[in-house]
């Protein structure tokens, strides 16, 4: 078989991933577009067939990593070189940039006709449903924690045999793992993704928020890079614990790795907490709605509409009404 550089490959799975993972959001979120309106699962199960053609396209050669906080993990557990790890980043940052770029293009009437500017950048990156650097760092540490301990689990335990003992000729690793994975994000992204529309990868949020930047769409407000540093730290520091704690798990070794990712953690939670109080946060996500009170809600549907005031003055003297103010009703 013809065999290409990991790198190249990494590079070309992200790209097809950001391709098509953007695309969903931007079909559904983009005004005028034939997907606008759709809801969250189509988001999710776009991003997990996202992820698990992206993978098809790369796994043979690198792995199949398409992100930063798996090859991290992935070496934290010792099934991955570490001095292949900042190669595999630049790759995968590379190939979420084009990726980004590509649906740009692809939806390029639609950023005009969009008005929202927090929609366009939530294309490209992700935004909060509520602003909480403390907690948003951690769901993106948690679901990252499971997606990378869940495709260990994954890997090690499928091996496909027949009646016998006998291992399959065809490899249905190569064939069913890819398809695995993208369940498992999208299930990951259903289940925990409410708070921040789930990253779990710092190249799919960095790469396509830094095209946000650069790119000439219209209208596009900023690029929010105060919150840009969560996707980052939050899925690196999920990912390391994720494949430290493998180890344990699978393997009963407590390694090294287990205490600087369990440190780097509990750092990225601390400046989490540190940034409420003191970095910039966005006013829209600081609105949280007040209990409805339902009998005063319905009590005051049921007062009666003001009728129009009089005209008296625009009007021939003939088409003039005299109407009587409406009563008021406590």
Request: positive net charge.
């Amino acid at each position: 078989m013809y065999t290409i550089s990991p790198y190249l490959a990494e590079f070309l799975g992200t790209l097809i991933m950001c391709t098509i993972g953007c695309g969903v959001i931007a079909n559904v979120e983009l005004r005028r577009s034939k997907g606008h309106g759709d809801n969250f699962f189509t988001i999710a199960f776009g991003w997990g067939f996202a992820v698990t053609f992206g993978v098809y396209a790369s796994h043979a050669y690198s792995g199949g990593h398409l992100n930063p906080a798996v090859s991290i993990g992935l070496a934290a557990f010792g099934e991955f070189p570490w001095e292949k790890v900042p190669g595999y980043i630049i790759a995968q940052v590379l190939g979420a940039m084009v990726g980004a770029g590509l649906v740009y293009l692809n939806y390029l009437p639609h950023w005009k006709a969009t008005a929202d500017k927090k929609i366009k950048l939530g294309v490209f990156g992700t935004v909060p449903a509520i602003h909480n650097y403390f907690t948003n760092a951690l769901s993106e540490m948690i679901g990252t924690f499971m997606l990378v301990f869940s495709a260990l689990y994954t890997g090690v335990n499928f091996k496909p045999t027949i009646s016998g003992g006998v291992e399959l000729s065809l490899n249905l690793n190569d064939v069913l793992k890819p398809l695995a994975f993208g369940f498992m994000v999208a299930v990951l992204v259903i289940g925990l993704g409410g708070q921040t529309g789930y990253a779990l990868n710092p190249a799919r949020d960095f790469g396509p928020r830094l095209m946000h930047a650069l790119l000439p769409i219209h209208d596009k407000g900023p690029s929010r890079w105060f919150y840009a540093w969560v996707p980052i730290c939050g899925p690196i520091a999920g990912g390391f614990m994720g494949g430290a704690f493998f180890k344990l798990y699978y393997e009963g070794q407590v390694s090294p790795w287990l205490f600087v990712s369990s440190a780097l953690a509990v750092a990225v939670l601390l400046f989490a907490w540190w940034a409420n109080s003191h970095l910039y946060r966005a006013p829209s996500s600081e609105v949280i709605p007040e209990f409805e009170d339902t009998h005063a809600t319905a009590a005051h549907a049921q007062r009666p509409t003001p009728r129009p005031a009089p005209c008296l003055s625009c009007c021939p003297k003939k088409w003039r009404r005299t109407v009587a103010p409406a009563s008021s009703t406590g």
